[in-house]
């Protein structure tokens, strides 16, 4: 079919079609198409097209549309995705089976689908899940140019942190010694690592730090990495003072590690505190908590963030505090 598409020289292709994106004239449903170094981009209206440039109309071939979940099921869906897993919290069977199938049907690259079957629990923060299609918890997810392998079934993972994670890392430089006391399958430890830091990451769950391990060769970073399974109160001894930045991400439980951060921090440490709190007075608890703990420091809180809304009325905050011996 022929549309009215903007005429330009190849090279003049990207200039142009900015210029149109910001005039919102470029047709979404039609392929931009060149021939013989001359490009043709399909517009929605050809009077709005700024009057320097030559309108024609031209045969260009449709734009294929993903399929999406909401484009199968009449009602509104939420989903998030972890690698090739797709992730839904659906407490009608019903619902939850005909979503399954239109996630799996869509054009998403996904193999499984899982309803959350409780909420996340215990020290290693793991949760039950029911499988509704596909038959493996284990993926490769992407963030951040980073890959991570790890098993839902087993370990802790959020990609709702993946800004924060990235807030983080990208201040790290490679001088610093960092330590990760709740790290997971490594997803600040990895980056940290490839800032060219020497990162340590702790976690109680063996699983979280074999896949640790194994992210980091996968990410190239070993040599910048150690990983220690087990409770981070126990490796006070071998690395008292020795910190110069500290990760903290064990919302509801972590005022009960700030004496063992102390014992980590160095002369001047930097400590990211994940926290849970009311909207009311989301900081005040965390400034508190290392006002008493921190006698023998100075205490200077230098950034205080929501991370995210966690449940009515509740927010998952972080402060940056800085400790001064
Ligand atoms: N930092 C990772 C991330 O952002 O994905 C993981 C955070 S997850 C909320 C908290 C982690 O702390 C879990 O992997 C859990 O196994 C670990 N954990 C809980 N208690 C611990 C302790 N006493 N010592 C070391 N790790 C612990």
Redesign the pocket.
Known sequence: MKVPCVVVDRTDGEETRQTLATADVLADDWQITVEDGTLYLPVTDPDAVPDEYTIQYHEVPAREQPTMPADLVDFDVSYERIGDIVIIDEDDADRAQQLADAIVESDLPVTTVLNRASKIKG???VRDWEVLAGNSTETVHREYGFEYALDLDS????PR?ATE?HRVTEQITAAEQVL??????G??VIPAAAQGATTVG????EV?IQYLNENAARNSVSDHVTAIAG???AVTDEYTDWADRL?M??PHSADQFVDTALALAGDECLIHYYDIQHEDDPFGPAKQLFQEHAEEYSVTVENERIVRSYAPHELNVVLDIKVSR
Do not use: C, Q, T
Not at 155 to 158: G, I, L, M, P, W
Not at 202 to 205: A, P, R, S
């Open positions: 020290e290693l923060r370990v802790y993972f959020s942190l994670r990760d006391m709740f790290a997971g399958v997803p600040f702790v976690d109680k769950n979280a409770d981070v109160r990760m991400n064990l």
